[in-house]
């Protein structure tokens, strides 16, 4: 996706930054359509797929927060949802079916 970093952003602020490739931002976009019904755009899809790479580095029993900032009606014309009849994302060899 396209790189944009609002004025307000205080890097100061920020623990850790994940790189998360389209093919992962759209896996987890579908597998939130089919698994959940969350019609999330990829910038969803994105942060689910940073949420879970988070999980592997922190204690089990921890808590982590993500926003979901875009909706998946642009997609619909794009059959990003289309054509695979189950998904489950994978992250780091390891399968991530919740």
Known sequence: GV????????DLL????YTI????GF??????ARN?????GSSSG?????????????P???SIVTVFPDGGDRYLSK????????ITPFIGGVNHAF
């Open 46 to 58: 994105a942060a689910m797929a940073a949420a879970v790479k988070e999980s592997l580095e922190l």
């Open 3 to 10: 790189e944009f970093i609002p004025q307000f952003f205080d």
């Open 27 to 32: 896996a987890f976009t579908r597998y939130l």
């Open 79 to 86: 059959q990003i949802y289309a054509g695979e009849s189950a």
């Open 14 to 17: 920020i623990d850790q930054i």
């Open 36 to 40: 959940y019904g969350l019609l999330v």
């Open 60 to 62: 089990t029993g921890s």
């Open 21 to 24: 490739s389209d093919a992962e």
